[in-house]
């Protein structure tokens, strides 16, 4: 899947795939005419084409197939915390992969690193990329919206304003499996660090609307426990049905 312009998608039935997109899709991937691609705009439009030209430019797509792909619902919005080193991109990758709507960077009491100046604003991009790029090779109609980064009164107000929301915490009663979920709406789950959340924190999400939850009986990792908790989440509604 590459990704294309939206009004590109919506007009000619021919489809040209060119900048970066289409220098990947012909040199690097090596498309040539004849096989058959699928572009989306990553905001629901997808097409179904036949490649008919390619060049080092990029290719030409002829669409056999348009369709508008409904806006997923519920949405899964994940708040990851920010960890160290390369653990937040491979969360956001697999995030990406199984499903997450949106992801939320969060700078919570015990992270390690700080997303601040220009290597916050370069961090971010990087997730953003991440996404991105894993959104197409998931085969995503809708791309996740990675946001700005958010501190614990932010989220928690994310927390006040969503249909549902959960702390996934190692001494929480309740596992995630057994809770009541909405139909509809944002269902938001919010990772701790490496070094957990901290109890005011807890307190204070709490105290805004969201309840603790636990995944099992083993603790992961925050570069692993939000993707688990999504793809529990996601089988237990009709996107997965």
Do not use: N, Y
């Not at 939000?226 to 237990?236: D, K, N, P, S």
């Amino acid at each position: 899947m590459f990704l294309a312009d939206a009004a590109a998608l919506r007009g000619s039935d021919l489809v040209v795939l060119d900048g970066d997109e289409g220098r990947h899709a012909a040199v690097v991937r090596r498309i040539a005419p004849g096989e058959a691609v699928e572009l989306t705009d990553g905001a629901g439009q997808l097409a179904r084409c036949v490649v008919v030209a390619a060049s080092k430019q990029g290719l030409t797509c002829e669409v056999s197939e348009r369709l508008e792909v409904p806006e997923p619902r519920p949405r899964v919005v994940v708040a990851q915390a920010v960890p160290k080193g390369d653990r937040g991109e491979t969360a956001v990758e697999t995030l990406t992969e199984v499903g997450a709507d949106e992801i939320l960077p969060w700078s919570a009491q015990r992270c390690m690193v700080r997303w601040t100046g220009e290597r916050g604003d370069k961090a971010l991009r990087r997730w953003r990329s991440t996404a991105r790029e894993a959104g197409k090779q998931a085969r995503r109609a809708w791309l996740p919206v990675v946001g700005d980064v958010v501190s614990t009164a932010e989220l928690a107000a994310r927390a006040g304003a969503a249909s549902a929301a959960v702390v996934l915490h190692e001494e929480a009663t309740a596992p995630l499996g057994a809770l009541e979920l909405p139909a509809d709406g944002d269902i938001l789950l919010i990772v701790g660090p490496e070094g957990g959340v901290a109890p005011d924190e807890l307190d204070q999400l709490t105290a805004a609307g969201a309840v603790a939850g636990r995944l099992g009986p083993t603790v992961l990792r925050t570069s692993t426990a939000g993707t688990v908790a999504a793809g529990i989440v996601l089988a237990r509604t009709a996107r997965w049905a």
